[in-house]
């Protein structure tokens, strides 16, 4: 397990994401079509002559409260407020969203329509991650705390037929934590909860540092053994999948290792398999995966893909100014980000490259996530800004769309790239059939400047289904 380590006290709470501008870039993501932002490497295969139907449905839901849409992230780098959209066994949805009054959560068919009021979870802050039942809903987010920061504490709430069943905190005086920021997953095997988030230290041996949490929960709210209470230092990114059997499947970006490693079961020591090095200093990769938090998908013979933004590394070494032998120095390949897929062949180790997709020069790529399609193939999601401007880690640009594109389990693809009208704000949801659901902010983003004021609102949200 990694010992703590730089940013302390005042300093560390500067150092780290929303609350604290100076260190997260903008989310990453990938080109668009070849006439707006270049062309794809062509090593990844030319596209299939027999497109399928890229083209989301979607239906309009009325919200109850605004919801602020943007977020301010390192440098203040606009990105979507997190919504998380989750699937319950009998086929229902839930999207969760925040308001100034709390989380709601709101119900929905299998269409996507609104089936009932919202559940409002009162004294909560961010959506860190959510598990959909036939009776309700999990929800890992953040409530108040007594502590030396006056910060918040991870917690884990249940809602069973419209009322609260338990709500277990995370963090506390016991354990020497808080969590300002989540940047948190939540996943359900049938059996226990994972919650995977940040955590700062309040007290002990990592007293004023940044690290990472993984909590296992019960059905009923009890603390669990397993995980671990300090792992990845700082994390810049969290993504988690859950097992029917073992430790669940986790990655983490690391600022001081620099780059995407698996912790499963581990944390994040100095052994951790390495996924890809990127220049994670001060928020360089801190929004590689979008929001911080990334998608695992797992495929019937038990490899794993992850997608990611990456600057990729022209050089890696041990950075000989960190005394203790574990810092690393990176020097990235790419000025902005291009889109990067990585399949691992278990839970325990790196694919020792990752396959980078794109090569555009003067093009961000924001936003990249990864979801099943049918039974062999994956759609590949990010959007684009044009003329990029990069200081810091972070980009500004003209945003040139939400693209789509298919590719299969070696990274060739497999449609040509479609550019649709929907974007995506968080979790995607994957159904029965294998529709993929998530929640849709019906306006045309805006990334040509950072956001140094208030979030604009909407008070309606588009459910996008897209069925292979």
Not at 151 to 180: C, M, W
Not at 267 to 275: F, H, K, R
């Amino acid at each position: 397990m990694t010992s703590a380590r730089h940013t302390t006290s005042a300093a560390g709470k500067a150092a780290h994401r929303r609350a604290h501008a100076a260190r997260k870039p903008l989310i990453a993501g990938v080109a668009a079509t070849a006439a707006l932002v270049g062309a794809w490497y062509a090593s990844a295969g030319a596209a299939t002559s027999t497109a399928p139907n890229l083209s989301p449905t979607t239906t309009t839901v009325s919200l109850s409260a605004k919801f602020p849409y943007q977020s301010a992230g390192y440098n203040n780098a606009r990105e979507w407020t997190r919504t998380a959209t989750a699937v319950a066994p009998d086929g229902s949805l839930r999207v969760a969203w925040p308001a100034s009054d709390g989380i709601h959560v709101t119900p929905l068919t299998a269409a996507g329509k609104r089936s009932g009021a919202d559940t409002v979870v009162k004294g909560t802050k961010e959506v860190g991650g959510l598990v959909a039942h036939n009776d309700g809903f999990a929800l890992l987010t953040r409530v108040a705390d007594t502590n030396k920061w006056k910060e918040t504490a991870a917690a884990i709430v249940r809602y069973t037929n419209g009322r609260q069943t338990f709500r277990t905190k995370l963090t506390g005086t016991a354990s020497h934590d808080t969590s300002p920021t989540l940047d948190g997953q939540l996943t359900w095997n049938g059996t226990k909860y994972g919650a995977y988030f940040v955590v700062h230290g309040a007290g002990g041996f990592a007293d004023g540092h940044f690290g990472d949490k993984l909590a296992y929960i019960s059905a009923k709210g009890a603390k669990l053994g397993g995980g671990w209470g300090w792992g990845c230092s700082h994390n810049e990114g969290i993504a988690l999948h859950a097992e029917k059997t073992g430790a669940f499947t986790s990655l983490c970006f690391d600022d001081w290792r620099s780059g995407l490693f698996v912790s499963t079961g581990i944390g994040a020591p100095d052994v951790a398999p390495v996924v890809q090095r990127e220049q994670c200093w001060a928020g360089y990769c801190g929004g590689t995966f979008a929001g911080r938090t990334g998608d695992i998908v797992k495929s019937s013979t038990g490899r794993y893909v992850t997608a990611f933004a990456s600057r990729g590394a022209a050089s890696a070494r041990k950075n000989p100014a960190d005394s203790s032998g574990r810092g690393w120095t990176v020097t990235p390949r790419t000025s902005n980000h291009q889109v990067a897929v990585a399949f691992l062949k278990n839970r325990n180790s790196g694919p020792g490259k990752a396959i980078h997709l794109s090569n555009t020069k003067g093009t961000e790529h924001v936003n990249v996530r990864i979801a099943p399609y049918g039974k062999d193939r994956l759609l590949l999601s990010w959007e684009s800004l044009k003329n990029a401007k990069c200081k810091a880690g972070t980009c500004t640009g003209t945003f040139a769309g939400t693209s789509l594109r298919l590719i299969d389990w070696n990274g060739r693809f497999k449609s040509a790239t479609k550019v649709v009208g929907t974007r995506i704000t968080g979790d995607i949801a994957v159904q029965k059939d294998g529709t993929l659901a998530w929640a849709s902010v019906p306006v045309t983003p805006s990334y040509a400047t950072p956001l140094n004021g208030a979030s604009p609102t909407t008070t309606t949200l588009k459910i996008a289904r897209l069925k292979p």
